[in-house]
């Protein structure tokens, strides 16, 4: 893989310089400076913490910035808070508006990542059993470029690390502690010189990438390894689900896959709100395919990329505007 290929996928996710006037604090739009919580609750607050990552894509020839699948992500984020058993204060309508809100007010015009975390703030402290006390939210929002249409081509290799299990700690829940078996994985897999690492699950199947899902195409089917995997249930896998079906008429199964599976397949690509949809040129140092973005994979990334960008009318309703 080329350094211009690698260095545009880098560069498009580094934090920005500049922080965005606002962000949104229980309720309130607080100007960045201003959004403090006491030093004491560092780290423990965070044990029990949940969040979600949300895109939001700049159409520059409609001057428009929409937001993707909005209601899915808080959705999820509900349900992650379920299980933490954390009440929330919002439903996810006033969420929804007053996160289109903040975005507006921060007045970007470029693609935008949205992070809503929820926690319990200092009068719960976040490892103790909580028993349905309301959390606070606070939602980060910040400029991140898509890879979209770069054409990426990454390469992946299987990790060392186990996924965390679910009655461990579990990975359908959007917990900021799951993220250090992430981090461990990511931290191996760029020491050994790969973009992302992949990661097996107890049972020595194939779960998902650190950061991103993934699907494996073989003889015209798509696979994707199923919720009970060890994954954290995406909402991007499940629009690409639709998307493989529906409109580009290939069958998608869900089930185990193994790790030499990864090492045959014809295409390889990883999909998440972070990662989007990004194909594997090589795993383990085997090749995919021919080592650049396999047909389907193009359709795809081409068919998603138009769908986010609001270029696509038919799928506008997946999205919801900002202006
Ligand atoms: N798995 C993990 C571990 C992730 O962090 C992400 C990114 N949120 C995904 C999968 C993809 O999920 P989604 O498509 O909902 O962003």
Known sequence: MSQEKR?????????????????????????????????????????????????????????????????AHLERLMRSMKVMRM??????????????????????KEDVYIQPTAYFGETTPGYLAAKEQPGEIAVFNRAAASVLGAGNVISLGVSSWTRISDNVMPPRVKAITNYQNSRYVADESTRHGYDFGIILNQQGKVSEISYACIYIIRDGVAITPPVTAGILESITRDIVKGLLENELGIPVLERDVDRTELYIADEVFICGTGAEIQAAGSIDGYTVGDGGVGPIVSDLEQLFHDIVRGRNERFVDMSTEVY
């Open 87 to 108: 009440s929330s204060p919002w439903s996810v309508q006033e969420l929804a508006a007053d996160i289109v809100d903040l975005v507006r007010s921060n007045e970007f």
């Open 7 to 71: 260095k545009v996928k880098k560069d498009a996710w580094a934090a920005p310089k500049e922080s965005p006037k606002f962000l949104w604090m229980s309720g309130n739009k607080v100007e960045w400076e201003k959004a403090t919580v006491h030093a004491s609750t560092l780290g423990w607050s965070a044990i029990s913490m949940v969040f979600e990552g949300i895109r939001g894509y700049w159409n520059p020839e409609a001057e428009q910035l929409r937001i993707f699948q909005l209601d």
